[in-house]
T-cell receptor, first 113, second 115 residues
Framework: NAGVTQTPKFQVLKTGQSMTLQCAQD?????MSWYRQDPGMGLRLIHY???????DQGEVPNGYNVSRSTTEDFPLRLLSAAPSQTSVYFC????????????FGPGTRLTVT | AQKVTQAQTEISVVEKEDVTLDCVYE???????LFWYKQPPSGELVFLIR??????QNEISGRYSWNFQKSTSSFNFTITASQVVDSAVYFC????????????FGKGTKLTVNP
């Protein structure tokens, strides 16, 4: 099992560019989520999904889109990157709707200039 | 709305000292789940423990112990005889059973253990 994989590991964008952060898991978890981590702010939930075809907003959803067409994949789209989106992004998955341990990916460090 | 507060932003101790990291939570649910995660300097997030709201037994795992008290809405984490390898950011998190399916994290406590 690869667990939770994220690509890319590092990315630099210019303001206004769009991109997709990829996240995949091979554990058949129905619950997947995206967090951003900023200094002093902890982990803040961006979007989450309780199954294929079902997504919902977290605490800081503005500027991000998600979709969940399969159980395995949960991509995060930045529509028009802004410097405020410079952060480290973590994808996570869990079974039983998040009632159990979250398995985190290694993170993507994004810089928007 | 659910909320997790880790009031200690940073703690610095000397090796072999005991240290307690505080976590206070807010929820209206009677069924919920609490977690602790560790983030060492390498950046990955490591699961430490999970507790459901019906299990108030304290837990000990080696040098780590957790004190769950519903009466004070706290889920504190103690490291006994701290070691340099314990240096990390520690996060407490809360998942409610009903309503929102969100898992919410506290802002974390950065622990530095000095030799």
């Amino acid at each position: 099992n690869a667990g939770v994989t994220q690509t890319p590991k590092f990315q630099v964008l210019k303001t206004g560019q769009s991109m997709t952060l990829q996240c995949a898991q091979d554990m058949n978890h129905e619950y997947m989520s995206w967090y951003r981590q900023d200094p002093g702010m902890g982990l803040r939930l961006i979007h989450y999904s309780v199954g294929a075809g079902i997504t919902d907003q977290g605490e800081v959803p503005n500027g991000y889109n998600v979709s969940r067409s399969t159980t395995e994949d949960f991509p995060l789209r930045l529509l028009s990157a802004a410097p405020s989106q410079t952060s480290v992004y973590f994808c996570a998955s869990s079974h039983s709707l998040g009632r159990y341990e979250q398995y985190f990916g290694p993170g993507t460090r994004l810089t928007v200039t | 709305a659910q909320k997790v507060t880790q009031a200690q932003t940073e703690i610095s101790v000397v090796e072999k000292e005991d240290v307690t990291l505080d976590c206070v939570y807010e929820t209206r649910d009677t069924t919920y789940y609490l977690f602790w995660y560790k983030q060492p300097p390498s950046g990955e997030l490591v699961f430490l423990i999970r507790r459901n709201s019906f299990d108030e037994q304290n837990e000990i795992s080696g040098r780590y112990s957790w004190n769950f008290q519903k009466s004070t809405s706290s889920f504190n984490f103690t490291i006994t005889a701290s070691q340099v390898v314990d240096s990390a950011v520690y996060f407490c998190a809360l998942k409610e059973e009903g309503g929102s399916e969100k898992l919410v994290f506290g802002k974390g406590t950065k622990l530095t253990v000095n030799p």
